[in-house]
């Protein structure tokens, strides 16, 4: 079964930056979109960044002109850079990806396991 593996979070001071990556542990054929989610204490879940098959990329408002998110389909992982970073910006990360393990299977919906990113004041 093919799992998301996160990796970039941590703690940083307002202002700074972090990159998060996100990789498929198995090689997945046809992606059609990528995307980042985060849930603050006590919110919802909600979509940061996402990109789908052609490289458009749509963002939240609240992240606009800070995030970028980008893609190396050959390697099968998702970037997610955040600059000028705010304390707001602290929650749970997590990537999704949704995605074929071959041509000849369904279309399947990723979950990577989820990464902490606190930015303090």
């Known amino acids: 079964q093919v799992q998301l593996v996160e990796s970039g979070g941590g703690l940083v001071q307002a202002g700074g930056s972090l990159r998060l990556s996100c990789a498929a542990s198995e090689r997945l054929v046809v992606i059609s979109t990528m995307g980042w989610y985060r849930q603050a204490p006590g919110k919802q879940r909600e979509l940061v960044a996402g990109?789908?098959?052609?490289?458009?990329?749509n963002y939240a408002d609240a992240v606009k002109g800070r995030f970028s998110i980008s893609r190396d389909n050959a390697k099968n992982t998702v970037y997610l850079q955040m600059n000028s970073l705010k304390p707001d910006d602290t929650g749970v990360y997590y990537c999704?990806?949704?995605?074929?393990?071959?041509?000849?299977?369904?279309?399947?919906?990723?979950w990577g396991q989820g990464t902490q990113v606190t930015v303090s004041s």
């Open positions: 999704n990806v949704k995605a074929r393990e071959s041509l000849f299977r369904p279309e399947n919906d990723y």
């Open positions: 990109i789908i098959s052609g490289g458009m990329t």
